[in-house]
């Protein structure tokens, strides 16, 4: 295998300005994203207050999150031979 030398990267000052332009556009997306989710976290809140206290485990807020909806597995015989009865 041949060996080379090391490329040489160059930081431009036209890079830096595009990196924070680019950053502080996330960040202002993020901070209205947060007031949003705060917003509506507070009418959650004032809505699960007033029909009671509904607790949800830490394995369900993940789920949740994250937009995961656990499907029940079909248990017995018929889980491995498909539609088939005997």
């Given at each position: 295998m041949l060996r080379r030398k090391p490329t040489r990267?160059?930081?431009k000052l036209?890079?830096?300005e595009e990196?924070?332009?680019v950053r502080k556009e996330l960040e202002s997306?993020?901070?209205q994203r947060d007031e949003a989710e705060a917003a509506a976290g507070g009418e959650e809140a004032a809505a699960i207050g007033a029909l009671g206290t509904e607790h949800k485990s830490r394995e369900q807020l993940i789920n949740d999150r994250i937009g995961y909806k656990p499907q029940p597995k079909a248990g017995g015989r018929t889980a491995h031979f498909g539609t088939?009865?005997?």
């Open positions: 990267l160059e930081l036209d890079d830096i990196f924070e332009s997306r993020r901070k088939f009865e005997f």
